[in-house]
């Protein structure tokens, strides 16, 4: 998906957006398959940190991330408005945990621009960029780049 | 040229087809050099078939390099069939080189044009020309080009093909097919074509031609022609019947080279001689081919034949399966009723009519099981399948060592589930290998040792009570236990004192330790110090177990025992921590339930591991809670709940805070991020629809730092510790619904049903029909102050012989088994019959004294007499003495009881230390020791040893009692100098071996 926001930036993309805590970020919506509540999470103890557990989706087994984690924030405490955003990456199926779901918003090309200098690089490394829309600020993750840093 | 424009689906056709030709072709290749001289022209022609229908479809897809190959060995089958060439080991390794090639070259059919293949040819030349006549060898490298008229062009084609073609009288043709209007326009595809060509004649040479297709710019061309060079016995009159195309496309090569149409008579045989200089010589142009090697491809015969057969997968093949149309067809049915029972839930649903729910619910379970077993079904996979690819290996290597071997194999329909065979793939290919290199000994060194010359390797396949089995055996020389453990010390597995502790049976399992290996040398083939304890690994991961049985100088044998599927498995639910987990049922032993009282004396410290006391042994102890969470506290002062879980090296007892039910679970992978938590072996869907991780049992282990090595070492130790908990087997049965009785099991012979009408009473006995004959039968209140049955309780009759007679004991269910340690009370509720009381489950249970009962049952039972006196008259006047050391007084009271009966006398110990004493005491006249093995302070084994050392002991029969031997707690026990093995309590057999031991009658 990374490759196809890229090329759809020159005109205009439609972003999933969510909250990581208080920050407002965006996915490319075309790469999201589903948003999911967060429902029986099993803990699978041991593994690595950035992974909040495992859930049932309609009889496959999906790993869902704490992408706050990556982000630099504390570890996630699902509450009732948490949801999990489900990407397909390399043939399987993944959750990305957020604090709360937002509106699918149309940003343009000229709204695009580099992460401010003053985002930490461990945030900004893993995002492809920020965007006003709405008089807010939306930052786009990079999907595909948090998932290769855990492989 | 890669593959012309053809659609992706007839690639993959032709691809498929030639892939079941080449797995057929080994076994038969191999057949054929069985047989030798005796050629089986059926067989021959089945594999020139095969390389023929490569052949031609190569030809049509441009696949060239498959093409040339697949034409080569083709040339060298026709001349096995046509007895030109006698079949040899030599020339059919070069043959089973160049299919292993072709295989390789059809799997990777993409870049099969850009592979060197020179050394095959050569090879395959080589031997053509190795057995042609002196005159017919040129033709082999010269080529011939004809012309064909009307066309302006000549064609191209060794003059060794057209001769061999031409023999029988065939008639050689160049057909044009066009695609577009001989073979698309008509429905067929190409393949179809081709095959209806092989089924009448053969097909020397195929070309596509591209040029005809014309580019993009050019008008669209409505033709692409495809050539064959087809040789047949069919007649130019006879040849439209079989090839559906114009006489214009057929065209007839004349023996003197000439080509002209079907449609023309042939210019007939023009008398002007010298007119047409193609009649004087068909050889127009002789071109010689490239320079022959005499020595056939020296450089693929070796490594090729060590190698994996055919080591990198076949990607396509894998991915896809063949199924049984039937079963296809019931899948299809119970979808249909899967769906029939939806719609049937979803109306029920909406009309709120609970017991048409109810009923859908069934169904929809029903049909979901009987989905379940047909797609289990659709898995299975012969394991034949599997072993066909062991008789090529077996001769390669047995050829490339110098040996003869014969493989025989059985059990090939025995069906696996699909991933299980591919996994096993390895192993057993590693331990094949091994029993050629290291298990069978040359030709000379078996003459020597008196054996045939030809070894033999047997590799089986069975069901075993819900497992396969696969059994590898050699008849070589067998794994010597000491050179094993030599190895292993050496390697510094086990210290030189544990390696003497060990049986012959432990020391050879070493060998599935890492490094160890007995090849003196180490060879191409195996003996690289890796190998069996991979092997084992692999095993463990499909949850299969291994066994190993040797006997120097007699062969080796492995035992393999695996599930039969891994998608779907029964296992125990668990849980701890507020989560559930999965433990396959496979690695699943025993579940325990330690009491918070019995902790301390169940749980004992080794150092800073706990360990379980189990019977006699000494069992490391994991809590799951601190595997997950390194940080936990463990629970102190509670009940435990200890699976016994076994890894297939080694068990330990895993802590866990609670367990439930046993559920079939539905395999499921977990993600990529999860992937290598080794404690985990996948995860799964339960019930309620919440995710279960299942449980690696033996990554577990490894996690807990635990090793095959060190929990063989505290099961060794267990004996020195002296531990004393023992269990014993009961059958606990009612007499009136408020007394519980129970009866050691090993006593108990059947227990049956029985309706109070089928009991019968004459002269005021009770009697049964059962099994043809009268069974007299008896009630606990007719010895003992007990209550009498009710005709409302459900009768049971629990058989058992005693002095050679069976009796039936009336009891009522429910019936129930229990293993059990608890403390007998001799005192409180003794009273004749009852030999004492214990406290089961919360319910007193009283324990029956069956030697008693039977003496008040059976008064005119005829008692054995055991000391007769001796003919001699000058009698031991001192009846025969037997020492018995028992700890647990409820069952030394029992047997001292069962032999006082029959007129021995008893001196009795409650352990051994004690026995040894009384023995030291009555020195002299103590004639049989019947021990406990497990006792405090000095176990029965440890008593046995000590008697076998001293010689005034030495020569005491030793009688072991068990409640229940195990073959390795035998093996033990007579390791250590036990005479015989008797289970506890069984009177009759226990007086039979003391008689016979001392010779008393």
Redesign the interface.
């Known amino acids: 998906m990374s490759r196809s926001v890229a090329e759809r930036i020159e005109e205009s993309v439609l972003l999933a957006t969510f909250y990581v805590r208080d920050a407002l970020c965006g996915l490319d919506a075309a790469g999201v398959q589903e948003v999911i509540r967060v429902g029986a999470v099993t803990q699978v103890r041991n593994g690595p940190p950035e992974v909040a557990g495992i859930v049932n989706l309609r009889g496959r087994i999906v790993t869902i991330l704490d992408i706050g984690l990556k982000l630099g924030f504390a570890k996630a405490e699902p509450g009732p408005e948490s949801r999990v955003f489900i990407i397909e990456d390399k043939g399987e199926f993944i959750g990305f945990l957020v604090d709360r779901g937002g509106e699918v918003v149309e940003v343009g090309k000229a709204d695009w621009q580099a992460p401010p200098a003053n985002v930490p690089p461990q945030q900004a490394r893993h995002l492809k960029g920020v965007c006003r829309a709405g008089g807010k600020v939306i930052a786009l993750i990079d999907a595909a780049r948090i998932l290769s840093t855990l492989d | 040229m890669s593959a012309p424009n053809v659609d992706d689906g007839l690639v993959q056709e032709y691809l498929a087809e030639c892939r079941e030709h080449l797995a057929t072709i080994e076994a038969d290749l191999l057949a054929i050099e069985q047989a030798g001289a005796r050629i089986n022209e059926e067989l021959v022609n089945r594999v020139f078939r095969a390389a023929h229908s490569i052949k031609g479809g190569a030809g049509f897809f441009g696949l060239n390099t498959i093409r040339q190959l697949a034409h080569k060995t083709e040339n060298i089958l026709d001349m096995i069939r046509s007895r030109q060439i006698v079949p040899a080991p030599e020339s059919i390794s070069i043959l089973l080189l160049a299919f292993d090639k072709l295989r390789e070259l059809v799997d990777n059919w993409q870049e099969s044009n850009g592979v060197d293949i020179e050394d095959f040819l050569r090879a395959l030349t080589g031997l053509a020309s190795n057995h042609l006549p002196e005159a017919g060898k040129a033709s082999l490298e010269r080529a011939v080009e004809l012309p064909v008229p009307e066309q302006g062009r000549l064609i191209r084609i060794s003059e060794f093909d057209l001769g061999q073609a031409r023999r029988g009288g065939k008639c050689i043709y160049l057909l044009e097919y066009d695609l577009i209007h001989d073979i698309q326009r008509r429905d067929r595809t190409p393949l179809e074509v081709l095959r209806s060509l092989i089924s009448c004649g053969t097909i020397l040479e195929t070309r596509f031609d591209l040029q005809s297709a014309g580019t993009l710019e050019d008008e669209p061309s409505n033709e692409l022609t495809f050539e064959v060079l087809y040789a047949t016995a069919l007649e130019p009159d006879l040849i439209g019947q079989l090839v559906d195309i114009s006489p214009d496309r057929i065209r007839l090569i004349e023996k003197n080279g000439a080509i002209h149409p079907i449609s023309q008579t042939p210019p007939e045989a023009e008398p002007a001689a010298g007119e047409t200089p193609a009649v004087e010589a068909p050889p127009i142009e002789a071109h010689p081919a490239e320079p022959r090697a005499s020595e056939p491809a020296p450089s693929v015969s070796r490594g090729d034949a060590t190698a994996p057969a055919h080591a990198s997968a076949h990607p396509a093949a894998d991915q896809t399966i063949r199924i049984n149309v039937t079963l296809l067809d019931a899948l299809m049915t119970l979808a249909g009723e899967l769906v029939l029972s939806r719609n049937q839930l979803n109306e029920s649903l909406s009309r709120q009519d609970e017991r048409r729910i109810r009923g859908s619910a069934q169904r929809i379970n029903m049909v979901t099981s009987e989905l379940q077993d047909v797609v289990t079904q659709t898995r299975m996979q012969p394991v034949g399948t599997l072993f066909a690819k062991f008789p090529r290996l077996v001769r390669d290597l047995a050829r490339n060592l110098g040996k003869e071997v014969e493989l025989r194999t059985d059990g090939e329909s025995v069906e696996i589930d699909k991933s299980i065979l591919e996994g096993l793939s390895d192993p057993l290919t590693h331990m094949v290998r091994n029993a050629v290199d290291h298990g069978i000994e040359s030709p000379e060194a078996r003459s020597a040792a008196g054996k045939p010359r030809q070894g033999k390797v047997t590799l089986g396949a069975s069901h075993q009570a819900g497992q396969v089995v696969i059994e590898i055996s050699d008849d070589g020389k067998g794994l010597d236990p000491a050179k094993v453990a030599a190895a292993s010390i050496e390697k510094g597995l086990v210290t030189r004192e544990q390696a003497e502790a060990m049986t012959d049976r432990e020391k050879m399992g070493l060998i599935f330790m890492p490094g160890v290996s007995t090849a003196e040398k180490v060879s191409d083939v195996s003996g690289r110090g890796v190998g069996m304890d991979v092997v084992k690994t692999n095993l463990d991961r499909l949850g299969g177990k291994i066994e190993i049985d040797s006997l120097a100088g007699h062969g080796t044998s492995f035992r393999i025992k695996l599930p039969l599927t891994l998608a779907i498995i029964p296992s125990l639910l668990v849980s701890d921590g507020g989560?559930r987990f999965a433990i396959p049922q496979v690695n699943v032993r025993e579940l325990i339930r330690i009491r918070e009282a019995d902790r301390a004396q169940r749980i004992d410290r080794a150092g800073d591991a706990e360990v379980l006391i189990l019977r006699d042994r000494l069992v490391p102890l994991v809590y799951l809670a601190s595997?997950?969470?390194p940080g936990a506290q463990r629970p102190a002062g509670q009940a435990l709940s200890v699976v016994l879980v076994d890894t297939g090296a080694f068990e330990y007892g895993l802590v866990v805070e609670a367990l439930h039910d046993t559920v079939e679970i539905v395999v499921?992978?977990?993600?990529?991020?999860?992937k290598a938590?080794r404690?985990?072996a996948g995860?799964t869907?339960l019930g309620d629809?919440?995710?279960?991780?299942i449980l690696d049992i033996a990554g577990i282990a490894a996690?807990a730092g635990l090793s095959a090595a060190a929990a063989e070492r505290l099961a060794g130790e267990a004996s020195e510790a002296g531990v004393t908990a023992e269990s014993h087997s009961l059958l606990l049965f009612q007499n009136t619904p408020s007394e519980t009785c129970a009866l050691p099991i090993q006593l108990v012979s059947r227990v049956e049903r029985v309706e109070p009408s089928q009991v019968e009473t004459l002269g005021g006995r009770r009697t049964m029909q059962y099994r043809g004959a009268s069974l007299p039968l008896v009630t606990l209140a007719d010895a003992a102050r007990v209550g009498e049955l009710t005709d409302s309780q459900h009768w049971v009759v629990i058989v058992f012989e005693i002095a050679g007679r069976q009796l039936g004991l009336l009891a009522a269910e429910p019936l129930d088994m229990v293993e059990t340690r608890a403390e007998i009370d001799q005192t409180t509720l003794r009273q004749n019959g009852v030999g004492g009381s214990a406290v089961l489950g919360g319910r007193t249970v009283l324990l029956l004294d069956l030697p008693e009962l039977a003496a008040d049952w059976m008064p005119a039972a005829p008692s054995p007499q055991p000391v007769e006196a001796t003919p001699g008259g000058a009698a031991t006047a001192r009846p025969t003495t037997v020492l018995v050391a028992e700890d647990s007084d409820f069952f030394r009271n029992q047997v001292r009881r069962l032999i006082e009966a029959v007129g021995y006398k008893v001196v009795d110990a409650e352990d051994g230390e004690a026995a040894w004493q009384k023995l030291e005491n009555h020195a002299g006249e103590i004639s049989v020791v019947a021990t406990d093995v497990e006792m405090p302070r000095l176990d029965g084994l440890g008593l046995t040893r000590r008697i076998r050392a001293d010689s005034r002991f030495a020569h005491l029969p030793i009688i072991a009692l068990t409640s229940l031997a195990g073959e390795d707690e035998i093996a033990r026990g007579m390791a250590a100098g036990v005479t015989e093995y008797q289970i506890k309590l069984n009177q009759d057999d226990l007086v039979e071996s003391i008689r016979k031991l001392t010779g008393t009658h």
């Open positions: 989560d595997i997950l969470d499921k992978p977990l993600g990529r991020h999860l938590l404690e985990y995860a869907i629809g919440r995710v279960a991780v996690r």
